[in-house]
């Protein structure tokens, strides 16, 4: 059973290569590939609908994965749906696409130079009984996917174990994941299920809890910055406190999307010798 802490949903190590049900016709099989970015791994979602299973981020190759993927669906497998194209969601798409035959299902543009959806999808397209929802941000190509009921399969751009990774330009944009924050808080979604972690039962208290520690954050950035520039490591070290190693280049990749925002709405520049306030 989840727990939580604070704004974080946590939960034990759910077993592998077993699916979960969720609620009836969803379930989830948790990808082999645990780590400080993937939590206990990638969800990787199966959905019924009326044409068969749609499978919502394959998330690993290993056999024994995709093996359990396709113990589940069988021949009912109709569609391989990708929120995104980070390869803890990507992988596994295509050898899942060769053994059954389902076509892969992605955003029209697609942010990996080596992988085109078979079928590209748009803002509000319909696909395998779910509605597309172009949320832009933590990745450029970032979809969640909803169903007609109160259901929104959320990828990386909710979770409730984590705040995302948000990298500047060109491969993510602060201020359209925070816009879409807000657009998916205001949804009438009753249900989030996330690329990572439990499932959100408190979708739009814990959608405004992300907003307010992103504000959170973005203060704390700008109160680090003083009138003499600071390389932008400088910076780092001040803004986050205790961070732990392998976090590093994650918080690097969010404070650069950060200060970037700040020097988009005049509040700080970047100098050659690094980051300072402007006010």
Same mark, same amino acid.
């Given at each position: 059973?989840?727990?939580?802490?604070?704004w974080r949903?946590?939960?034990?190590?759910?077993p592998r290569?077993?699916?979960? !049900? !969720?609620?009836?016709?969803?379930?989830?099989?948790?990808?082999?590939?645990?780590?400080?970015?993937?939590?206990?791994?990638?969800?990787?979602?199966?959905?019924?609908?009326?044409?068969?299973?749609? &499978?919502?981020?394959?998330?690993?190759?290993?056999?024994?994965?995709?093996?359990?993927?396709?113990?589940?669906?069988?021949?009912?497998?109709?569609?391989?749906?990708?929120? *995104?194209? *980070?390869?803890? %969601?990507?992988?596994?798409?295509?050898?899942?696409?060769?053994?059954?035959? +389902?076509?892969?299902?992605?955003? +029209?543009?697609? $942010?990996?130079?080596?992988? =085109?959806? $078979?079928?590209?999808?748009?803002?509000?397209?319909?696909?395998?009984?779910?509605?597309?929802?172009?949320?832009?941000? %933590? $990745?450029?190509?970032?979809?969640?996917? $909803?169903?007609?009921?109160? &259901?929104?399969?959320?990828?990386?751009?909710?979770?409730?174990?984590?705040?995302?990774? !948000?990298?500047?330009?060109?491969?993510?944009?602060?201020?359209?994941?925070?816009?879409?924050?807000?657009? !998916?808080?205001?949804?009438?979604?009753?249900?989030?299920?996330?690329? %990572?972690?439990?499932?959100? =039962?408190?979708?739009?208290?814990? &959608?405004?809890?992300?907003?307010? *520690?992103?504000?959170?954050?973005?203060?704390?950035?700008?109160?680090?910055?003083? *009138?003499?520039?600071?390389?932008?490591?400088?910076?780092?070290?001040?803004?986050?406190?205790?961070?732990?190693?392998?976090l590093r280049?994650?918080?690097?990749?969010?404070?650069?999307?950060?200060?970037?925002?700040?020097?988009?709405?005049?509040?700080? &520049?970047?100098?050659?010798?690094?980051?300072?306030?402007?006010?």
């Amino acid at each position: 059973m989840a727990r939580r802490r604070a704004w974080r949903l946590t939960e034990p190590a759910p077993p592998r290569a077993v699916p979960l !049900v !969720v609620r009836e016709g969803i379930r989830r099989i948790v990808a082999p590939n645990p780590g400080p970015m993937t939590y206990n791994g990638t969800n990787t979602w199966l959905v019924d609908w009326a044409g068969g299973i749609a &499978v919502i981020d394959p998330g690993s190759d290993e056999e024994s994965h995709i093996d359990a993927i396709l113990a589940e669906t069988g021949s009912r497998l109709s569609h391989i749906l990708l929120t *995104h194209t *980070h390869r803890d %969601h990507l992988t596994g798409a295509e050898l899942l696409s060769r053994r059954s035959g +389902a076509p892969t299902c992605g955003f +029209a543009r697609s $942010a990996d130079p080596n992988f =085109e959806p $078979a079928i590209k999808l748009r803002e509000g397209e319909r696909v395998a009984g779910l509605v597309a929802v172009h949320t832009p941000g %933590h $990745a450029m190509d970032h979809l969640c996917f $909803a169903t007609d009921d109160d &259901v929104l399969f959320s990828g990386d751009h909710v979770m409730g174990w984590s705040t995302s990774v !948000v990298p500047p330009p060109p491969h993510g944009d602060l201020a359209s994941f925070i816009g879409n924050l807000e657009r !998916v808080r205001d949804r009438d979604d009753r249900l989030m299920l996330s690329a %990572h972690g439990p499932a959100i =039962e408190n979708p739009r208290e814990l &959608v405004q809890s992300l907003l307010d *520690h992103r504000m959170a954050r973005e203060a704390s950035i700008a109160a680090v910055l003083t *009138h003499t520039p600071a390389p932008l490591e400088n910076v780092l070290a001040r803004a986050y406190i205790n961070l732990r190693p392998e976090l590093r280049a994650a918080a690097r990749a969010n404070l650069l999307s950060h200060l970037g925002k700040l020097e988009a709405e005049g509040r700080a &520049v970047n100098m050659p010798e690094g980051w300072r306030a402007t006010t």
